[in-house]
């Protein structure tokens, strides 16, 4: 029996190769063009475009410590709430230049500990937001 994680590797390919063998047969053209001229040439080049879909997206990018306050801000919006609930107030001023995460939380009085606690949170509101 194929397993659900051969299937997402092996349906992408097998759809793009379909795709690219209909190109050829309801589009094609008698030869002239090096793509939809040949059946072959066609199904290969639909396979190799679908198979461009198993190649893996940028990855998550982490909060940490040095992140820029705007850069967080873009990153995830509801950083904005939990901040101002923990007690770090100055985004709501709307000054243009705040700097690091850990830079206003110094600022604050907050200790290494519990910036460290800061950032795990939003690392995991942000796991959340992206599912």
């Not at 992408?12 to 040439?41: D, E, K, Q």
């Amino acid at each position: 029996m194929i397993n659900k994680k051969t299937i997402k590797k092996i349906f992408p390919v097998a759809a793009g190769a379909l795709l690219g063998y209909a190109y050829y047969y309801f589009i094609g053209c008698n030869g002239s063009c090096p793509i939809s001229g040949n059946p072959y040439v066609s199904t290969l080049y639909g396979a190799l475009v679908g198979a461009v879909w198993l190649i893996p997206g940028k990855k998550m990018k982490k909060i940490n410590k040095e992140i820029l306050i705007e850069d967080l801000v873009n990153l995830l919006p509801e950083s904005v709430t939990y901040l101002m609930e923990k007690g770090i107030r100055c985004l709501r001023c709307g000054e243009p230049i705040w700097g690091t995460l850990e830079e206003a939380a110094v600022e604050k009085g907050f200790d290494e500990n519990q910036i460290d606690a800061f950032v795990e949170d939003l690392n995991e509101m942000l796991s959340k937001s992206d599912k």
